[in-house]
């Protein structure tokens, strides 16, 4: 198969991607169609336009250049649509950041891109605020987002919108030119920002949203995911965006209890989530006894972030009668280039290569395997991002040419589904967002009763990798059930929720090599239930 590149697709060298999923929306006629619902908001493709008009024309007010970086730190709701398309529009360079960091992350982010503006939501401005102020000196301008009681200091997201005009000329940019960045965690634990172009969504959402799950103009959409994901972007903002559907934005916490409201309330009929809240929601019971949630509105469930196991896909299709398509894409690649089909599906597996994407797996010398033995899996798309921003040596041994090294191991069966196998890397996959065992660690041996430790993933009664860690005690310090909640409560205090081990076990030193590294290998031994 062959891959499909932005030209093929009537991508024209000169093009500003925000004319694509906003702009042309209206022109066409659907300007009076239903954009974005949030709670009791609802927002029309036209209020849309006029919103990003504002904020883009805004910006440009304000003295931000071309390619200059704008921060976007905002839980789901239309604000994130008009900023992340208006910055686009003006020519400006978003970049949407994870709401569950702690400041340190920020910082990184920050120093890192240089930003001069910073979008937030008031209830994470506190997480800004830590941030060194040294570390903030690139920031001319810090919008707030919502409640405006702290923000003398601030610019209000309302009052720069007000200032803003309805009319905007689109940036002359090229179809090749950066539009967004997004922050991938890496190896080490320290985020590098993939620099994604104006034409990768719209590869996105031809191939994928339109190829492989029909998205259409009738279509109301509903991801768990959050907008700051690379798939959470596609499914809650330029899928439905694409063909001018209706997408339903959530802005608080995945609750089983909230999933199951924001679906019975909205009655979506695309529904994206990952293994980990696919699970939530099959643990979840309904109080009325002999009745169940309502999801008969959705016509299409679909999964990705980590590996959907089986028995999670039967379980939640015996409960349902709903079945998810589960595929696998990366922040490198922006969605998904391998996924089962609404009319092909093996469970357990992660599909087929989608249209337009080619696909090879190799083994450590660079030869392919063959069907059915574990390669390196590598992909060909032209929504791969052009590299990560300060990034060199790591862009040089991830992108080859036109192929990016996945870091996942794969096997291929004879009728072409991909299987996954694990990582390359000690990378874990914890409820569809990358952790890495070396921060966790890092964030562990700063408390004084460890000396040292390691962290693996360990399956838990469905199939999903849950952080543990095995923890070595200083001397004369017991290990107890009470220190191991200690620990637990240290690392979250430090790094985001979902890093936290689910469990501590302790040790009386770590198996190592010869030159002291630790053997994770002997650990995920040991950590078989």
Not at 25 to 33: C, Y
Request: charged fraction near 20%; aromatic fraction near 10%.
């Amino acid at each position: 198969m062959n891959a499909i590149d932005a030209a093929a697709l009537g991508v024209p060298e000169t093009f500003n991607v925000a004319t694509y999923f906003v702009d042309r929306n209206v022109i066409v006629g659907r300007g009076s169609r239903v954009a974005i619902e949030c709670g009791d908001r609802r927002i029309t493709y036209e209020q849309l336009l006029n919103k990003v008009n504002r904020f883009g024309s805004a910006l440009r007010r304000l003295g931000v250049r071309p390619e200059e970086r704008v921060l976007l730190l905002l839980f789901d709701g239309p604000e994130f649509a008009y900023s992340f398309f208006g910055a686009i529009k003006a020519g400006a360079v978003p970049v949407p950041l994870n709401t569950l960091w702690k400041p340190p992350d920020y910082e990184h982010v920050i120093r890192d891109s240089r930003a001069s503006v910073l979008v937030v939501s008031s209830e994470l401005l506190p997480s800004i605020e830590a941030v060194p102020t040294d570390a903030r000196r690139w920031l001319r301008h810090i919008i707030v987002v919502g409640s405006a009681d702290s923000t003398h200091t601030h610019t209000v997201f309302g009052v720069l919108l007000s200032q803003g005009s309805a009319d905007l000329d689109a940036e002359p940019t090229s179809r090749d030119a950066p539009a967004f960045w997004l922050y991938s965690s890496g190896s080490t634990g320290a985020p590098k920002g993939c620099v994604h172009l104006q034409h990768d969504m719209v590869v996105c959402a031809k191939l994928f949203a339109e190829g492989v799950l029909d998205v259409r103009e009738t279509d109301r959409t509903f991801s768990v995911a959050k907008l700051f994901f690379a798939y959470g972007l596609g499914n809650a903002l330029y899928f439905p965006f694409s063909v001018g559907a209706t997408t339903i934005l959530w802005p608080g916490p995945p609750t089983p209890q909230n999933v199951y409201s924001v679906i019975e309330t909205h009655r979506p009929t695309l529904f994206y989530s990952v293994p980990t809240g696919y699970s939530m929601l099959l643990a979840h019971e309904k109080s009325d006894v002999g009745n169940d949630f309502d999801l008969s509105s959705i016509r299409l469930a679909v999964s990705a972030g980590e590996a959907l196991p089986a028995s999670l896909y039967e379980r939640f299709k015996q409960r349902f009668g709903l079945d998810i398509i589960d595929g696998i894409g990366s922040t490198e690649a922006l969605h998904m280039f391998i996924s089962n089909r609404p009319d092909a599906i093996r469970p357990g597996s992660s599909g087929r290569i989608v249209k337009g994407y080619d696909a090879r797996i190799l083994d450590d010398s660079g030869h392919a395997v063959p069907p059915n033995e574990i390669g390196n899996l590598w992909i060909k798309g032209d929504s791969v991002c052009a590299g990560y921003w300060n990034q060199h040596e790591k862009t040089k041994s991830t992108i080859e040419g036109h192929w990016i090294r996945t870091g996942d191991k794969y096997t291929q069966d004879e009728d072409g589904f991909y299987w996954y196998a694990g990582r390359t890397d000690d990378m874990l996959k914890v409820g569809g967002q990358w952790v890495s065992p070396i921060e966790v660690e890092s964030a562990l041996v700063a408390h004084p009763s460890v000396l040292e430790c390691g962290v693996i993933g360990r399956e838990d009664r469905d199939g999903l990798v849950k952080p543990v860690a095995f923890v070595v005690p200083k001397n004369g310090v017991a290990g107890t059930p009470e220190l191991a909640n200690e620990l637990q409560q240290f690392v979250r205090d430090r790094l985001a929720e979902y890093k936290r081990p689910r469990s501590v076990e302790f040790l009386q030193d770590l198996p190592k090599t010869a030159t002291g590294k630790i053997q994770r290998f002997r650990l995920r031994a040991l950590a078989k239930p």
